[in-house]
């Protein structure tokens, strides 16, 4: 069995945002300079040895179903489709293929974050739970006034003092079962947030969230600077 976390790569989603590129495909299939989005984690993770993948589908399962046995990877995989439903269901149904440390990862984000550095935050802050965060910033130039609304200065797009959740949740393994006893996974982030058991691995390198047309075409100059695995 591989030291290796098994990951979770959450596929399942419309990506109605996305319409009319995801009206035949699923949103981790759509290309970023010709190539899968999907196809890109799978690069980065494998820089870092990791070779066991659950993949839960949902809409258009098929599609990835044929993708996967084209690419006739070198890892381990297995495809789990859940239909139309939410995260903890998906995850609810990948749970019996968990017997190691697990992360899980959403299908349409791309990083170059280290894995070696989260795997050993993790073990070293002692709790079960770590989720990766990006500092928020901002499209807007902001304007500070005083009281008497005179503008005293400006600040072009600043990163702002607060933390967005951009995935690569790592779990001990045990911790799975406190997972499943939660209605949704929002629901237990809140949980696990109030009870103190969840640590914040801080990622300052680069981030892709793609939920929009925008977003997809922003995201082919950001791959740019992409380090191994991206390129």
């Known amino acids: 069995m591989s030291n290796r976390p098994k990951i979770i790569l959450l596929c399942g989603g419309k990506g109605e945002r996305l319409r009319p590129l995801t009206t035949d495909i699923p949103k981790p299939l759509i290309p970023l300079n010709k190539k899968p989005i999907i196809s890109y984690i799978f690069d980065h993770l494998e820089s870092f040895k990791i070779d066991e993948f659950i993949i839960t ?37 990948s749970s019996k293929y968990i017997d190691t440390d697990f992360m899980i990862l959403y299908g349409d984000t791309l990083s170059d974050l280290d894995i070696d550095k989260l795997i050993n935050f993790h073990k070293q802050h002692s709790q079960p739970a770590t989720i990766s965060v990006w500092p928020l910033k ?94």
């Open 57 to 93: 589908t949902g809409y258009k399962a098929d599609k990835i179903d044929s993708y996967m046995k084209e690419l006739k990877p070198s890892f381990s995989y297995k495809t789990v489709n859940s239909g139309e439903t939410d995260i903890i269901q998906r995850i609810k149904d």
């Open 138 to 231: 901002t499209q807007f130039g902001l304007v500070e006034t005083d009281s008497n609304d005179k503008v005293v200065s400006f600040e072009e797009k600043p990163t702002l003092d607060k933390w967005i959740n951009i995935g690569y949740f790592y779990f001990d393994r045990d911790f799975m079962d406190f997972i499943l006893q939660h209605s949704s996974f929002e629901n237990f982030l809140e949980e696990v947030a109030k009870k103190g058991i969840i640590s914040a691995y801080k990622h300052n390198g680069i981030h892709i969230t793609i939920n929009t047309l925008r977003e997809l075409e922003d995201a082919e100059e950001e791959l740019n600077k992409m380090d191994k695995g991206y390129k």
